[in-house]
């Protein structure tokens, strides 16, 4: 298993976890978390997360405009 990790800087995330990697059905699991961190710290946490919880994926987004900064993918 590779998980690949695109990110920029950001210290203050919203992250959304989703369970299937076909994007028509790409339905995102909320356990409307935010955090505050490094994006290395933030990454970590993310890739935990995608294991214990077998998600496919994650975007990462800014808490203050919604943009999404990191994508996760387990491959």
């Known amino acids: 298993m590779a998980i690949n990790?695109?990110?920029?800087?950001t210290a203050d995330v919203e992250i959304l976890y989703y369970v299937s990697?076909?994007?028509?059905?790409?339905?995102?699991?909320?356990?409307?978390?935010?955090?505050?961190?490094?994006?290395?710290?933030?990454a970590e946490h993310v890739c935990?997360?995608?294991?214990k919880h077998n998600f496919v994926s994650a975007d990462v987004c800014s808490a203050e405009t919604g943009e999404v900064l990191m994508i996760i993918e387990r491959t």
């Open 5 to 9: 990790v695109y990110h920029t800087y």
């Open 21 to 42: 990697d076909n994007d028509e059905d790409k339905v995102p699991y909320h356990l409307d978390e935010r955090m505050v961190g490094t994006m290395d710290d933030i």
């Open 48 to 51: 935990i997360n995608l294991v």
